[in-house]
């Protein structure tokens, strides 16, 4: 077996929210990278990948478990560790040779030996000749190159990716992870190891010797997929459709689970009613007819899996399909639904949505039980953000009040951030008062 270079045992994170609650991140994640090997970590948003990553780079601490760096406590940034970021992280006002020289410059390094060495790292990375251009003269997958050539020309032994491709069009991030995967191949890069966060399950199986799939609340590694298959390896073969199919049935594991199990403070799918809509009608037409394969769902509906996925859950969530090893299957409910007049399908969706989301069904009851019908929105984010992140808990109160209104369970003005009873059943709930 491989030397170990980066070891996490029962690593944990926690933040505390401006009001002071204490939000568990991270909780007992046990990983070890080795030498020889990329491995992908995929999981939805807000499950604490990235926190992870700024662990294992030393830019924050845990605080709990142990972090090692070959066999010894890490504690703060090291030299063996290069970290490249989705939102590129140049600075706009310096040059692409200046932006790679960056990082030399921190160590210390003089003027004339870092020049070179960067000028090297450019042209490694497929930039040589745009030395003297600024960040804003160049496209998106050529700023991502700037960014990787700045991890590399410290010469790391581990490179961290945090989402590197998804800011850039389909065609352009397969080209740059191409041209990382002949790097690693040939060994002309000094990598001995990689550690790739993504939300493209294709991505992930054609770059990584190893998958693991990362849970939520808190985040956590939930399995991992060993993948043994030579490379390049080809995105239609047989072997790697079936691991692709695998690793979405991972991904999909437990998602129609009962009502009575979630909190209150649940973390929704980031999708919105009309892509929800727009797969259910897919799914009943052909060729699927009612049951598809999900990654021939997401080529048909032109989707990237993160967004088919939580919007395959919020349907699983609503009780409108049935999620289970990979294939999607609507329900009877879903097909009611999905053929329906736009009356029916705001009647199914209200009456779905307060059965199967605890946090509706709350905010149904608290309006009823005013005297107007009205209650500011504030309660409501507070009582998420004792487990979420602030902006984590708006994202979810916004999801939760888009869905709420279209199935008329409640109206939001977003003027005055009140929710209000919809039209009518103030009248229903004073009569009932009465």
Do not use: C
Not at 162 to 178: C, K, M, Q
Not at 259 to 278: C, Q, Y
Not at 428 to 433: M, V
Request: hydrophobic share 45%; no cysteine.
């Amino acid at each position: 077996m491989a030397a170990a270079i980066l070891e996490l045992s029962g690593v944990g994170k926690s933040f505390r929210s401006a009001d002071g609650h204490e939000r568990r991140v991270l909780d007992g994640v046990d990983f070890t990278l080795r030498e020889g090997e990329i491995v992908s970590l995929l999981g939805a948003s807000g499950s604490g990948k990235s926190t992870l990553l700024r662990i294992m780079a030393g830019l924050i601490e845990a605080d709990g478990g142990e972090v090692r760096w070959r066999g010894r406590p890490l504690y703060g940034p090291v030299r063996g560790i290069g970290m490249v970021f989705q939102s590129f992280a140049l600075f706009p006002w310096l040059t692409v040779q200046q932006n790679v020289e960056l990082g030399l410059e921190a160590r210390g390094m003089p003027p004339a030996q870092r020049a070179p060495r960067a000028a090297r790292a450019i042209a490694l990375i497929g930039l040589g000749g745009f030395e003297g251009a600024l960040p804003r003269e160049l496209s998106g997958g050529m700023r991502q190159r700037v960014g990787i050539a700045r991890a590399l020309v410290t010469e790391p032994e581990v490179l961290l990716m945090d989402e590197a491709f998804s800011a850039l069009d389909v065609l352009t991030g397969e080209r740059l992870r191409d041209d990382i995967l002949e790097l690693w191949r040939s060994g002309t890069m000094p990598t001995k190891a990689m550690l790739v966060v993504s939300h493209n399950i294709e991505e992930a199986v054609l770059m990584a010797d190893r998958v693991l799939v990362f849970a939520s609340n808190p985040g956590r590694i939930r399995s991992q997929t060993a993948v043994r298959l030579p490379r390049p390896r080809a995105p239609d073969s047989a072997d790697v459709r079936l691991l692709i199919d695998e690793i979405y049935a991972l991904m999909t594991a437990g998602a129609g689970r009962a009502a009575a199990h979630a909190p209150l403070a649940e973390r929704l799918p980031d999708t919105d009613v009309a892509r929800m809509d727009g797969l259910l009608q897919l799914l009943i037409a052909a060729p699927f007819d009612g049951s598809a394969d999900l990654p021939a769902l997401a080529e048909e509906a032109q989707l990237a899996d993160a967004e088919l996925l939580a919007a395959a859950h919020a349907l699983a969530l609503l009780g409108l399909v049935q999620l289970e090893r990979g294939d999607v299957k609507i329900t009877p409910l879903g097909r009611r639904y999905a053929e329906g007049a736009h009356t029916l399908r705001q009647e199914l969706f209200g009456q779905q949505l307060i059965a199967h989301v605890p946090l509706a069904a709350h905010i149904r009851r608290s309006l009823e039980e005013e005297p107007d019908g009205r209650l500011p929105q504030e309660p409501f984010l507070s009582l998420l953000a004792e487990h979420l992140s602030q902006a984590e808990a708006a994202r979810v109160l916004h999801t939760l009040i888009a869905w709420g209104r279209h199935g008329e369970v409640f109206e939001y003005d977003y003027h005055t951030g009140m929710l209000t009873l919809p039209s009518g059943d103030e009248d229903d709930a004073a009569d009932t008062e009465g």
